[in-house]
C-alpha cells in the first residue's frame, strides 16, 4: 500500500510539473506581458526597465525555475489589473468557490446514488422511468441555460431564492462562510443545484447501469437463496459492489464541478475563483490564470489521489493482494 | 414422514418473443429425508429451472404454469413472497456452480455467513459467531476463527465451495439443491467436496438435490438418479439399476457417450439420440486438397516440439524488499519432446501449470530461461527472426472457452479466412473463400455457415469454427487446450472424434491438454502428468493408466470416478 501511495505521489508530481510549465508559458505567448502592465504612453527606456526589473532578460530556464520555486512559497506575483498579490486574491475567492463545490457535490453524490440505487432496483416502475426521462435534461441542457430558468422561476417569478451573490456571509478569520446563515443558505441553493444537475445525471445513470449488473450476479442469487431480506441484498450486497467504478468517476467530476463552477459563478455572480478566472480572461490577467491553472490542477491530483486510497478502503481485493 | 419433497406435473414457461418456451414438462419428482437424487441432463435439458422453480427463483420472465411443489406437505406454490423468504435458507438451502462467484468479494466471510444465520435462526451476536465457526469447521475448515475475516477472494476454489455449503446450511435447512457443485472444481476438490455432501446428507438426514451434468458425479454421490432430456424427466430410479440398466433410448446414449477411462476405444460414442449432433457437411480429399500441400514439416526431424529446462515465473506481487515479494513457479524446469505425428497428453489439474507449457509453445509467454525448438528450430533466444516466425506459423492453438475465442463482430469466413490472408497462402480471394467453404464442409459445420456470426452458433459449432481456424493456417502441431471440457459430453465426443480424424488424416502432431483422464485415455499416444509446473511423469497411455509409477500419478487416477455401475455385468 505505501509503495502503491509513493508511486501515485510520484505521478502527481510530474503533472504538477507539466502543467506548471504550461501556466509558466502563458507568461511568454499571451501577448507581451509588459504591454500588458504599462499604458500606452510609456517610453520605451521604461519598458525595458521593467522588463530587467521583471528578470524577462533571463534564460528560459531560470524563470522557469524562479516560477515554481515562488509558486512553491505560495507566490504567484501580482495581479496585472488589480496590483494585488494573486495568492491573497485566489485566497480570498477560494471558500466560495470550496462551500459551492462541496454543497453541490453532497446534492449530486445524495440524490445521484439515492435515486440511481432506486432505479436500479424498481427499473420498471412509472417513477423510474420519469426520473431517467427528467434526469435527460440534466445532461442535455447547458449549464447556463438551466441555471438562467431556474433564477427566473425562483427568483424572478416566485421570489423565493436570491438570484445572485453569496448572501450573508460570516467571517471566521481565515475562511469566510454563507453556510452558517439561513440568507447565506439561500443563496447558495441555487448556484448549487445548476452545478449540481449534470454530476447528478452522471452518477444516477452510472449507479443505475452498475446496480442491474450487480443484481444479476451470482452472489446475489445466492443471497436471494439463502434468504436474506431485500433491504439488505440491496444495500449492503449490492450498492458496495456497485461503488468501486461510481469512485472512480465521482473523484474525476468534483474535479470537473471545479471546473464547471467558472460557468454557474458567472450566471449568478457567485464571488468565487471561478468567476475571478473569467474577469482574469476578459483582461488577459495572465498571473491569475496561471495561478488558477496551477491551483485546479493541484485540486485534481489530491482528489485523484484519495481516490486512489478509496478504493483500497472499498475494496478488500485490492488492500489484501490476490 | 418419508417424503421430504413431491413435485407433481410441474410445468415451467418462458414467455418469449417467438411464443412460450416450456423449460420444464410434467416433472415428477420425490426427495426424501437422507436422500441424494441426482437430477442429470445436458444443457437446456432444464435441470437447473427445477431446482429455481422449487425455491421460487425462476429467472424473469419465467413462470410455473402448473404443477403441486409439495414440501414438508404443504405446496409452496401457495406460498407468497414473504413466506417464500422464510423457506429460503432456514428450510431449503441452494448451493451454486461457481464458487468463484457465489459470495460477496467485498464482505469477509464472517459478516455472510453471521447475516445469514441471523436471518434463519434464533441465534444472535456472539451465539450467531459461534455457530459460524461451527458451521466451518462442520465443511472442514480448519482455524475457522481466524478465517471468519477473511474475504473470499483469499480461499481457493475448493475452499470457496467449503464456506458456500456452509452458507447453504446456515439456516439449518432440511433440504438443500446443490447446482452443479462441482464442476467448477479440479478432480481431487471434486472428490472431497462430493464426500462432504453425502456426509452432511447422512449426518443430518438432509434430502439433497444435486443438479449435473457429470454421469461420474451421479454414479459417486446420487442414490436415486432422475434423467432430463428437453425439459422432461425421462427415467427415474435407483442409481446402479438406471446406470447400469439403462431403459429409455437417451439414457442409453448418454451413458454409451461418457468417456471410459477402463478401456480403449477406436473412436467416442456419441449420442444418436439427438439430431442433429452428429456432423454433417462433405469431407474433402485432404491429400490432393490445399490443405494437405504445402505443409512445411521436415520429415527428417523426429522431435517437432522439444523442450529442454523450461522456466517462468510469475509474479504475484511485487514489492521493493525481496522477500515481500510473491512469485510463482507456474513452470519448472520442464524438459519434453513430442515426436511427429503423436498425441501427447499434458495431464493435471489447475495450476499444474499445463496450459501455461502450451502458452509457451504457441509463443504466448516467453520462457525465463530454457530452451523450446519447434521443427528443429529454436524460437526463444530469436523469437523475431523469420525461422521462429516460419517455425510458429506450424503451431496454431484451440482453445478451451468457444465462446470468448471468436470475435464476435466477424463473420465466420473472415476468422476462418485471417490465417489465409494473413500469411498469403492462397492466389486470390476466390480462392481464399472456396478453401473457407472447403475447410467447414470438412470440420461438419457447412459452406453455408460463412457468412453468418459466431453468436448465432452452439458450444459445440463454436469449436468446430476454432479447429477451422487453426487448419487454415495448414499447422503440423495442433494445440489443444482443453477443447471439449466447456460442452456437453454428446457433443464432447463429436468434437474429439473430429479432432482425432484430423489427427490421422493430416498426420497432425498433437498436444491435448485436459484435466479430464477418460478424455486422454482416448486420445493420447502417451500421457505427461504435471503438478505445480513440474513434470511427474511421462508414459505411454495404457502404461500409464495401467501401472502408473509416480505417487501423483496414482492419487490422480484413484481419484477418477468409478464407473462400475455403467458396466451392465457389474450391476
Not at chain 1, 41 to 63: F, Y
Not at chain 1, 232 to 253: D, E, K, Q
Not at chain 2, 437 to 444: A, C, I, R, S, T
Request: glycine share 8%.
Amino acid at each position: 500500500m505505501l509503495l502503491f501511495i509513493l508511486k501515485r505521489l510520484a505521478q502527481s508530481f510530474l503533472v504538477m510539473a507539466v502543467v506548471s510549465a504550461i501556466s509558466f508559458s502563458l507568461f511568454n505567448f499571451v501577448g507581451d506581458p509588459v504591454n500588458n502592465m504599462v499604458g500606452q504612453d510609456a517610453t520605451r527606456e521604461q519598458r525595458v526597465e521593467i522588463r530587467e526589473k521583471l528578470g524577462l532578460n533571463d534564460p528560459i530556464l531560470t524563470q522557469y525555475a524562479r516560477f515554481v520555486g515562488n509558486a512553491l512559497q505560495g507566490d504567484f506575483g501580482l495581479s496585472y489589473r488589480i496590483r494585488r498579490p494573486v495568492d491573497d486574491l485566489i485566497m480570498e475567492r477560494l471558500p466560495a468557490t470550496i462551500e459551492l463545490v462541496f454543497v453541490s457535490a453532497i446534492i449530486a453524490l445524495v440524490f445521484g446514488i439515492g435515486l440511481g440505487v432506486y432505479t436500479g432496483i424498481k427499473r420498471n416502475s412509472w417513477i423510474s422511468r420519469a426520473v431517467l426521462s427528467i434526469s435527460l435534461v440534466g445532461v442535455s441542457l447547458p449549464t447556463f441555460i438551466i441555471g438562467i430558468s431556474l433564477i427566473y422561476l425562483f427568483a424572478v417569478i416566485l421570489r423565493w431564492l436570491p438570484s445572485s451573490g453569496r448572501g450573508g456571509t460570516v467571517d471566521l478569520g481565515w475562511w469566510t462562510t454563507s453556510l452558517l446563515t439561513v440568507d447565506g443558505w439561500r443563496s447558495i441553493l441555487l448556484p448549487a443545484i445548476t452545478l449540481s444537475l449534470f454530476q447528478m445525471t452522471l452518477i444516477l445513470r452510472l449507479v443505475r447501469a452498475e446496480m442491474l449488473e450487480v443484481m444479476r450476479t451470482d452472489y446475489i442469487k445466492f443471497a436471494r437463496a439463502r434468504g436474506l431480506s431485500d433491504r439488505s441484498i440491496h444495500f449492503v450486497h449490492a450498492l458496495r459492489n456497485t461503488l468501486v467504478p461510481v469512485i472512480t468517476v465521482i473523484g474525476l467530476n468534483i474535479g470537473a464541478l471545479i471546473a464547471f463552477s467558472v460557468i454557474t459563478e458567472t450566471v449568478f455572480q457567485w464571488p468565487g475563483t471561478g468567476l475571478m478566472f473569467i474577469q482574469a480572461v476578459n483582461f488577459v490577467d495572465v498571473p491569475i490564470m496561471a495561478a488558477y491553472l496551477v491551483f485546479v490542477a493541484l485540486l485534481f491530483v489530491f482528489i485523484n489521489l484519495i481516490v486512489d486510497i478509496l478504493y483500497f478502503v472499498v475494496d478488500p481485493r485490492i488492500r489484501l493482494g490476490g | 414422514m418419508t417424503e421430504l419433497l413431491r413435485i407433481n406435473d410441474l410445468d415451467v414457461e418462458f414467455p418469449t418473443r417467438h411464443g412460450v418456451v416450456k423449460a420444464a414438462r410434467g416433472v415428477s419428482l420425490t426427495v426424501a429425508p437422507g436422500e441424494v437424487l441426482g437430477l442429470v441432463g445436458e444443457s437446456g435439458a432444464g435441470k437447473s429451472t427445477i431446482g429455481n422453480a422449487i425455491i421460487n427463483l425462476l429467472e424473469r420472465p419465467g413462470r410455473v404454469a402448473s404443477g403441486e411443489i409439495v414440501f414438508q406437505g404443504e405446496d409452496l406454490r401457495t406460498y407468497d413472497e414473504d413466506r417464500m423468504r422464510k423457506v429460503r435458507g432456514a428450510r431449503i438451502g441452494m448451493i451454486f456452480q461457481d464458487p468463484q462467484t457465489s459470495l460477496n468479494p467485498l464482505l469477509t466471510i464472517g459478516q455472510q455467513l453471521v447475516e445469514t444465520i441471523q436471518k434463519a435462526t434464533t441465534h444472535r451476536g456472539q451465539a450467531a459467531t459461534a455457530h459460524a465457526v461451527e458451521l466451518l469447521e462442520a465443511v472442514g475448515i480448519t482455524e475457522a476463527r481466524a478465517r471468519l475475516n477473511a474475504y473470499p477472494h483469499q480461499f481457493s476454489g475448493g475452499m470457496r465451495q467449503r464456506v458456500v455449503i456452509a452458507l447453504a446450511l446456515a439456516g439449518d435447512p432440511d433440504l438443500v439443491i446443490a447446482d452443479e457443485p462441482t464442476t467448477a472444481l479440479d478432480v481431487s476438490i471434486q472428490a472431497q467436496i462430493l464426500d462432504l455432501l453425502k456426509r452432511l446428507c447422512r449426518e443430518r438426514a438432509l434430502g439433497v438435490i444435486i443438479v449435473t451434468h457429470d454421469i461420474g458425479v451421479i454414479a459417486n454421490i446420487a442414490d436415486r438418479v432422475a434423467v432430463m432430456f428437453r425439459g422432461e424427466v425421462v427415467e427415474t430410479g435407483k442409481v446402479a439399476q438406471v446406470l447400469g440398466a439403462p431403459r429409455h433410448t437417451y439414457t442409453k446414449s448418454l451413458i454409451a457417450a461418457v468417456p471410459r477411462a477402463d478401456r480403449r476405444l477406436e473412436r467416442f460414442t456419441s449420442v444418436d439420440y439427438i439430431e442433429g449432433s452428429g456432423a454433417s457437411g462433405a469431407k474433402i480429399d485432404v491429400r490432393s486438397h490445399w490443405l494437405g500441400k504445402g505443409r512445411r514439416g521436415d520429415p527428417n526431424i523426429r522431435d517437432v516440439i522439444e523442450l529442454k529446462d523450461l522456466n517462468l515465473e510469475f509474479v504475484l506481487q511485487r514489492a521493493i524488499r525481496k522477500k515481500n515479494r510473491k512469485v510463482v513457479r507456474a513452470v519448472d524446469n520442464v524438459s519434453l519432446t513430442v515426436q511427429r505425428g503423436e498425441v501427447l497428453g499434458l495431464v493435471g489439474e489447475s495450476g499444474s501449470g499445463k496450459s501455461t507449457v502450451a502458452r509457451l509453445i504457441a509463443g504466448l509467454y516467453n520462457p525465463d530461461s530454457g530452451l523450446i525448438r519447434i521443427e528443429g528450430t529454436d524460437v526463444v533466444s530469436q523469437p523475431r527472426s523469420a525461422g521462429a516466425r516460419k517455425a510458429r506459423r506450424l503451431v496454431q492453438m484451440i482453445f478451451q472457452d468457444p465462446y470468448s475465442s471468436l470475435n464476435a463482430r466477424m463473420r465466420v469466413r473472415d476468422i476462418v479466412a485471417e490465417p489465409i490472408r494473413f500469411y498469403r497462402t492462397t492466389e486470390s480471394e476466390a480462392e481464399t473463400r472456396r478453401i473457407v467453404g472447403d475447410l467447414l464442409e470438412h470440420v461438419g459445420l457447412g459452406a453455408a455457415a460463412a457468412t453468418r456470426y459466431p453468436h448465432e452458433f452452439s458450444g459445440g459449432q463454436r469449436q468446430r469454427i476454432s479447429i477451422a481456424r487453426a487448419l487454415a493456417s495448414r499447422p503440423e502441431i495442433l494445440i489443444c487446450d482443453e477443447p471439449t471440457s466447456a460442452l456437453d459430453v454428446s457433443v464432447q465426443a463429436t468434437i474429439l472424434n473430429l479432432l482425432k480424424d484430423l489427427q490421422e488424416e493430416l498426420g497432425l502432431t498433437m498436444l491435448f491438454i485436459t484435466h479430464d483422464l477418460p478424455v486422454i485415455r482416448q486420445m493420447a499416444d502417451r500421457i505427461a502428468v504435471m503438478r505445480n509446473g513440474a513434470i511427474c511423469e511421462v508414459a505411454p497411455t495404457d502404461r500409464l493408466f495401467a501401472a502408473p509409477e509416480h505417487e501423483y500419478s496414482r492419487h490422480l487416477l484413484d481419484l477418477m470416478p468409478r464407473m462400475d455401475l455403467l458396466d451392465p455385468d457389474a450391476a
